[in-house]
């Protein structure tokens, strides 16, 4: 009965309720637009980094040379596969990757690309992933490459043409090679890197890395949030086993960090006069969260936005719920006798005010929720087109909607809820404090 | 006695080709051996302009102005870009057995290898002593000719990772026993850059190659001509080669 007096309280004061409804439902609707980019943009950019690094777990290996050069290989990666399935990772997913600057030569044109050869297994999830423009992915085998579209505009090339692929080995070789195009194609993945896509025996075969080896050997995991966990175990498992780089360590930047994963997963012939000498083929593992480092910390500055707002908004609702519950006090005082003298008591007139600001507040969140995810959505299926690659990244296939979690969301309810109550307890403490015969005589 | 003689001729007869060949197969190690000592300043310093003009299909024509300072006996070099305005203070040193890139615009050194390309279609190698004898194995010999001139013809194959191109063919003047031409070839035996050396100049007791055209086998129409003047033997100062004169001159 309280709750319908309490609605019908509301109801009445149509305009005052609108009104101070509105404003709590447009600083949801914002709150929960902002909540919702960032976590969009993590779930995008943590997507992103694994699909075009290949996993949520890399493996990559240095060699040092008789000359004293740094050459990115690893060796065994058989090894380090049964190795991982030994320690419980029998049901993940392993794939073999190395990775190249090329020069792709047509003609009198010429154009530098990044290129990272695949294995045979990888070139169907590819398949789902890439943008095709020109070709047929499903020809693209040995003696073949999938190019951006971008470069075969630049080069003039285009599908069944064959291109001279020039780059140097992974002892700094000049080597060149033929490849016909089989397709060209775009991968979102990568973020505005443009890959060019080879067999991975192709690759190898072009920088001069044995049967059998490989850069980089990449895991991708059913649960990536275990990433760190998982690579904490296969580190310590290796101890001992072969040479390893201490976790977390590489370039202290982490951004430079981040574009190397774009550059590919292989260091390439790093001089040896900064670097602690070693013997044999030591392995560096790192985690998608190392990657995502420089990602968390821009995150993090819209986080601290939104957190900003977030409080500006309570700030602004409990002002406004205080002040208009005052009035509602003022307003109401004959009211509030007439209940006291009709058997109501102190605790349910404040319960009466406390039901009005909780209703107000609920309704006006669920509202405002949900306009918020609508235009959310409706942001999604913009297409912001060709952006730099530090804003690509948080893209999903150049798209960025806002989608806020039931959990972020039930506590954004429930926290407006409590600063509605909140701003109400005085006035309701006030009312509920009313003597029945004097509020009978005072005038209105 | 007459039997005798008979088979002493049959022998020679029989192994005069084996000799012969042995003696040529030293020969073109030893000739490789030569072109190091004739073209190497094994004291003192050596001081060259350069002027390189590179053709590409894509970029156009560029004129550049280089000089070029050698310290050979310590295996030492610093090539300095001084022209175009774009690309002045850009250059390559290469000391301790590291070589080195400077940008002026960022300031900054950066690792480089000898097989980088310095600028045009030259690499960083071009700009260094000859080391054929150390880095190249001869692995077959022609006699042959270029234009007018007879030529050694010698199939050179890398004896370790650090040469730019793994196999190399060189024309080498019977006349003058330096090279005239020399193709480098890709691991795959792709050609990839044919360089002709025109003209040798003789500076103290050593050649060098005065003009030489950088083909790009690749790309038509690509190719760099390089011609050298204002070459000297004064001794340099030993702060040329390092990093702090290449920051100081480039700005």
Known sequence: MLVSLAWKNLTRQKRR???LGAGIGLGTAIIALLS????TMVVNARENLSQSSGGHIFMTGQEVTTSGRHVAIIRDPAFLERHAIDLGLKDETFSKRSSAQTVLLFGSASRSQNAVGIEAGQVAALSERLVVAAGDLASFGSGTIVVPRLTAEKLGT???DSVYVRTQTITGQENVETYRIAAVADDPAALGAAVAFFRLEDLNRLIAIPEGQCQALAISLRDPEKADEIAQ???SSLEGLVPLVPLGSGPSDPMIRLLQTFQGPALRGMDSSNEQAWAGNMIKITTISELMQPV??????????????????L????????NTFQMILLERVREIGTLRALGYQRTEVLALFLLEAGLLTVAASLIGLAVGA??????GLVHWGRLPFTSQIFLSHGRLGSYLSMKSSAFLVLALIAVGLAAA????RKAAALEPAQALRTQN | MKTLIRITIILIVLTAPLGMATAQTQDFSDLLDQIDSLTNFKTGDFTATLSMVSHDPEAGTTVRKVTQFRRDYQDKFLVLILEPEAEKGQGTLRIDQNVWAYDPQSRQFTHASLKDTFAGDTKNSDFRKSSYFEDYAVAGETDGKLGKFDCWIMDLKGKNDEVTYPTERMWVSKDIRLPLKIEGYSLTGVLLRTSYFFSWTKISDKFYPSKIIYVDALTKGKNTEVDLTDMSRDPLPDNVFTKAFLEKVSH
Do not use: E, H, N, W
């Open chain 1, 17 to 19: 309720s609108l009104l």
């Open chain 1, 36 to 39: 919702g980019f960032t976590q």
């Open chain 1, 158 to 160: 285009t599908v069944g």
């Open chain 1, 233 to 235: 175990r296969l580190y």
């Open chain 1, 296 to 313: 968390m910390d821009i995150i993090g500055t819209l986080k601290l936005i939104s957190s900003a707002t977030f409080i500006v908004l």
């Open chain 1, 315 to 322: 700030v602004i609702i409990l002002v406004g719920i205080s």
């Open chain 1, 374 to 379: 609508l235009l959310g959505g409706a942001m």
């Open chain 1, 425 to 428: 307890l005085g006035p309701a």
